[in-house]
């Protein structure tokens, strides 16, 4: 089978903050319960580590990660990944007092003496490194916090966008019900663009997403409904190529009154 697109990867890593799950690595797996589309229609389903990968090469490299590059190495067997690595720390956490804070040092030597890993694949440098780098043991970040609607801290870090229907107008001698298309920045509330169109189509959604970028830049992720437009491919690959999340509500769910609010 081909390789997934940078496209689907984005789709699959959005999924992510929408999945049921107290932690991390609960979500990741939860999404590896789920089948996504590709550009051609076929079913898709990846494993949790596959989507671990993705996910943290985003967070390091950007929308760069997400491009499939041939193998340097090929043949050459490779050290430790990032998820195997959490995997690891999140298996022998069983091994020490409830509670405790084990040191980088103890948890590696447990891995190792319990086979959990090899030190001939990855060193105690790479380990800690590796967990540094990747905030394996930020257990902050893998809390889900209570929130009434959403709390981002800073502008432009998610945009929700939804359609309203609006009053009747004439169009080209039919009468038509107007559609509103609206991004609303969710930590300031500033109303990105606003635009009425004679229909819903991707076309009317492509029109107002670039003129919102022209007014107030890129967000790092853009919340929206399952409505056929916002499920388009034409959408998830523009938000794959200048690196936006698209990130959908759960099945069944709008977006919390994005517009009337």
Not at 26 to 37: D, G, M, Q, T, Y
Not at 158 to 173: C, E, I, K, R
């Amino acid at each position: 089978m081909k390789s997934a697109s940078p496209y689907l990867k984005m789709q699959v890593i959005g999924a992510i903050e929408n999945a049921p799950g107290k932690s991390r690595r609960e979500r990741i797996l939860n999404v590896a319960k789920l089948v996504f589309l590709d550009e051609e229609g076929q079913k898709r389903q990846f494993t949790w580590r596959t989507i671990s990968t993705w996910y943290y090469r985003y967070k390091s490299t950007g929308i760069t990660g997400m491009m499939t590059k041939e193998r340097k190495d090929k043949g050459v067997p490779r050290s430790c990944s990032p998820e195997e690595v959490l995997e690891a720390i999140n298996e022998v956490k069983a091994f020490f007092k409830p509670g405790s804070r084990p040191s980088k040092a103890a948890m590696y030597r447990m891995c190792i003496e319990r086979g959990i890993l090899q030190a001939e694949r990855i060193a105690y440098n790479t380990f800690s490194r590796t967990i540094k780098t990747f905030d394996l043991l930020d257990e902050s970040r893998d809390q889900n916090p209570r929130r009434l609607a959403f709390a981002m801290e800073y502008a432009n870090d998610l945009w929700q966008a939804d359609t309203m229907f609006g009053p009747y107008v004439n169009h080209n001698g039919k009468k038509v019900q107007a559609k509103l298309i609206a991004f609303i920045d969710d930590a300031s509330r500033v109303l990105c663009h606003g635009q009425f169109f004679p229909d819903e189509k991707i076309d009317s959604l492509m029109e107002a997403l670039r003129n919102a970028f022209y007014k107030r830049g890129i967000p790092r992720q853009l919340y929206v409904d399952n409505g056929s437009i916002y499920c388009s491919a034409e959408l998830t690959l523009v938000c794959a190529r200048v690196g936006c999340i698209l990130r959908h509500t759960p099945v069944r769910d709008g977006v919390c009154s994005v517009i009337e609010n």
